[in-house]
């Protein structure tokens, strides 16, 4: 029976901390919670090409099984799209798309257990290479889109898609094709539309402008009588003299930018009392008090 007795103990005492006493009074030693992490099989850095797809696997360590992972891109655009697929409490993959990147992106990886949370980073870099399939075109080095559209038909661009690095010789290319209606360059690296970028290019119907633009010039878009709808990016501050000036088919000017950009009143003159004028939800009382702006007769808010 003492030896009974004493097995019985052993598996008893096995079963619950040691203790220690502090003033006299003994409490247990609990063992230290494992940290919170979580680890990618592919690494925190990865590099796509444009249309690239790349799937990261992950591994939870020191959570539970109400471990909830989300991700989402720092700078939240379509250029680029996450998924995630959660295999089990701890595992699961994450698939990364580059649709149309111009600049180099983030995804904030959080993890929480219900009691802790944690937020991680996978660094995204985007390697450019030059190429033109007749309706997208990626120009890796400012300067060289003439270069690349040398063994094309330029007069069989009606539609085109630019992404990368332009300068104002690339603008001066692309006024030059003859019979371009629709331009997306949203995902262009470009700070400031040249004058006169598209001054009478009357073939152009709508045009998106680069993200990264902050300002436009004079003359960028002078009689284009063609134009019906513009975007205009919300890191824009200022745009120039008589810009839209006679662009007598605009239909809708969407402008993302919060604050009212710089403006004369001639800078949409002839456009402002027939079109209407999209801004950010909140906005739309600075509009109708800014200088320029406020002579549009048609000012709707929208969600962008």
């Known amino acids: 029976m003492k030896k009974l007795f004493l097995l019985t103990a052993l598996f008893v005492a096995a079963g619950f901390p040691s203790c220690s006493k502090h003033?006299?009074?003994?409490?247990?030693?609990?063992?230290?919670?494992?940290?919170?992490?979580?680890?990618?099989?592919?690494?925190?850095?990865?590099?796509?090409?444009?249309?690239?797809?790349?799937?990261?696997?992950?591994?939870?360590?020191?959570?539970?099984?109400?471990?909830?992972?989300k991700v989402e891109m720092q700078n939240p655009d379509d250029a680029y799209t996450v998924e995630t697929t959660p295999i089990s409490a701890t595992e699961g993959t994450i698939a990364i798309t580059a649709k149309t990147p111009s600049i180099d992106n983030r995804v904030l990886v959080s993890?929480?257990?219900?009691?802790?949370?944690i937020t991680t980073e996978i660094d995204i870099t985007v390697a450019l290479k030059a190429f033109f399939d007749g309706k997208t075109i990626v120009v890796e080095t400012p300067g060289t889109l003439a270069e690349l559209l040398a063994d094309y038909d330029r007069t069989a661009i009606i539609e085109l898609t630019v992404i990368g690095n332009l300068?104002?010789?690339?603008?001066a290319t692309l006024k030059s094709l003859p019979n371009l209606v629709i331009l997306d360059m949203e995902h262009v690296n470009l700070e400031k539309l040249p004058v006169k970028a598209f001054q009478k290019k009357k073939s152009l119907t709508s045009v998106k402008l680069p993200r990264t633009l902050t300002s436009i010039g004079n003359f960028a878009f002078f009689g284009c009588s063609g134009l019906t709808s513009i975007t205009i990016p919300d890191s824009v501050t200022e745009i120039g003299d008589v810009a839209f000036y006679?662009?007598?088919?605009?239909?809708?000017?969407?402008?993302?930018?919060?604050a009212p950009p710089s403006i004369v009143n001639d800078t949409f003159d002839k456009v402002s009392a027939t079109a209407t004028l999209y801004v950010p939800t909140g906005s739309k009382a600075a509009y109708a008090a800014a200088a320029g702006w406020k002579n549009f007769k048609t000012i709707e808010e929208t969600q962008f």
Request: glycine share 10%; with cysteine; aromatic share 6%.
């Open 111 to 117: 993890v929480s257990d219900g009691n802790r949370s």
């Open 167 to 171: 300068n104002d010789e690339d603008i």
């Open 23 to 69: 003033d006299g009074v003994e409490t247990p030693d609990w063992p230290e919670p494992q940290p919170l992490a979580i680890a990618f099989a592919e690494g925190n850095s990865l590099q796509f090409n444009v249309g690239e797809t790349k799937t990261v696997h992950y591994t939870i360590t020191g959570g539970s099984a109400n471990n909830v992972v």
């Open 246 to 258: 006679n662009c007598s088919g605009l239909t809708s000017v969407y402008c993302k930018a919060i």
